[in-house]
């Protein structure tokens, strides 16, 4: 059965999908831009797989959304350590 948080967390990440497309080209001067990328591809995965566990295999899409997160919270962690520690240069 799919909840309605889960569902609202799902359409909240489509627009911030819709937004990190449409400003591409700002999102390359963003500081480790690729790992901010890599961390919000993997929370939108586990999103989906949030929403997939009530439908199908729910113990498997458990075990899959809890690992997206894990994966999410890594490639934030570092992502922050990386912006808040080195020093780099602003393009503009």
Known sequence: MIQANELLTLI????????????KEQ?????????????????TFGWISSILEGFVWFSVMD???HFFFAISSLFFAVWGYHVFTDRYEVSE
């Open 12 to 23: 909240f990440s489509i627009g911030l999908w819709v937004f990190i497309i449409s400003h």
């Open 27 to 43: 999102m390359k001067k963003f500081p480790y831009y690729k790992l901010f990328l890599t961390a919000v591809i993997a929370l």
């Open 63 to 65: 075990m899959i959304k």
